[in-house]
């Protein structure tokens, strides 16, 4: 069964310091990695995917993530943080004969100023 | 990115009534579109996938008989919460995938429905 893990509920960064939000994942055969984000009481926005290809992805908003096959993970990052960063982050993930996403329990990111 | 439009973003309604809530693919046609319910603070767990022109198929634990979908046409597909409870209270988001085999889902803005 597919299965994404955000082991951490809230991150705290300071504006203009490295953010990094972790994602691990356990799916059969190669995945689709996702990353979203959802303001509050909106549907969520899609930030960057990872298909096949490079493992860095670059994505909206000058955010980036890294697939890391060994480790099987899919950590969200952006070199400087914004207090308009501040939301509620989904890591996502299917497998390619698969059809909707199943969903981490997603990570509350707050930055300050 | 394509646009999914969800309609109403929010509704309140009195128990035992019925709402629907709506999906649309704005741009693209969408052979499957997905309901998700989300809990306050908590990740969205997929109710179903709708198929155009066929029966849903439900996840586990969902109740076909309480929430009803409709998925009639490639840009529409409908999510209906029968006899409501406030126990049905949440934010549900829709998504939708074009046909062809996209790989990537687009979500409307959600529904949130509080039952009084």
């Known amino acids: 069964a597919q299965s994404v893990a955000q082991p951490e509920d809230q991150v705290n960064v300071a504006e203009g310091n490295p953010l990094t939000v972790k994602c691990t994942y356990s799916?059969?055969?190669?995945?689709?990695l996702f990353w979203y984000v959802q303001y509050p009481n909106r549907g969520l926005q899609f930030l960057l995917k990872?298909?096949?290809?490079?493992?860095l992805v670059k994505g909206s908003y000058g955010f980036e993530a890294e697939f890391n096959k060994s480790q099987t993970s899919f950590h969200l990052k952006k070199p400087s943080a914004l207090v308009s960063d501040s939301a509620l982050y989904f890591c996502?993930?299917?497998?390619?004969?698969?059809?909707?996403?199943?969903f981490g329990k997603g990570t509350t990111l707050s930055v300050s100023s | 990115g394509a646009v999914v439009s969800q309609h109403p973003s929010r509704v309140i309604c009195k128990s035992g009534t019925s709402v629907k809530i709506e999906c649309r693919s704005l741009?693209?046609?969408?052979?499957?579109m997905f309901w998700y319910r989300q809990f306050p603070k908590q990740s969205l767990m997929l109710m179903a996938t709708?198929?155009?022109?066929?029966?849903?198929?439900?996840e586990q634990g969902v109740e076909k008989d309480k929430f009803l979908i409709n998925h009639a046409s490639l840009t529409l597909s409908t999510l209906t919460v029968t006899s409501a409870h406030p126990e049905d209270s949440s934010f549900y988001i829709c998504?939708?995938?074009?046909?062809?085999?996209?790989?990537?889902?687009?979500f409307g803005q959600g529904t949130r429905l509080t039952v009084v």
């Open positions: 998504s939708a995938r074009e046909s062809g085999g996209a790989i990537e889902a687009f």
């Open positions: 799916v059969s055969g190669n995945p689709y």
């Open positions: 990872y298909i096949t290809g490079d493992n």
């Open positions: 996502a993930v299917r497998d390619q004969a698969g059809t909707a996403l199943i």
């Open positions: 741009d693209f046609q969408a052979t499957t």
């Open positions: 709708s198929n155009e022109g066929s029966k849903a198929t439900y």
